[in-house]
């Protein structure tokens, strides 16, 4: 019983760092972060928009903006050959957990090639709000 108040003590001073830790983010002075895949399609291209390359087309989908407790999400995805290739972030709420949760949602959507991806721990809003404009550029460029 004796140790029982030292170590909640210490526990809890310990973790203070890691709530208050907020990562470096890889976004852009304007707040998207792309995925570190090729595209060759100009940042600002608009929906269902494509561009010739030398390797194929390219084709730019945007999804719905969705409005989230925390802020607005929205995502524009590019696809070659009927594949995912990018995904990038057009808006996402100004919060730090987002802030780290966009590069795993980016990459589970690279890997899943769909929006059946897993929610990132600690930006449940976020991820759920990204799933649902990931699914609408989807479903907009099969239609």
């Not at 030292?6 to 830790?21: K, T």
Request: hydrophobic letters at 40%; proline letters at 6%.
């Amino acid at each position: 019983m004796k140790r029982a108040l030292p170590v909640l003590v210490l526990s809890i001073a310990g973790l203070i760092p890691v709530w208050r830790y907020e990562p470096s983010s890889g976004a852009s002075s304007s707040g998207a972060v792309a995925a570190p895949a090729r595209t060759t399609s100009p940042a600002g291209s608009a929906a269902g928009s494509s561009s010739g390359s030398a390797s194929g087309s390219s084709v730019v989908v945007k999804g719905t903006v969705v409005s989230t407790d925390k802020g607005d999400v929205q995502v524009e995805v590019t696809y070659e050959g009927g594949r995912i290739t990018a995904v990038r972030m057009l808006k996402q709420p100004d919060h730090p957990q987002t802030t780290a949760a966009v590069p795993k949602l980016i990459a589970g959507t690279l890997q899943a090639q769909s929006a059946d991806i897993d929610t990132v721990s600690g930006a449940t809003v976020t991820s759920e709000g990204y799933r649902k404009s990931l699914q609408a550029a989807i479903d907009a460029r099969t239609s």
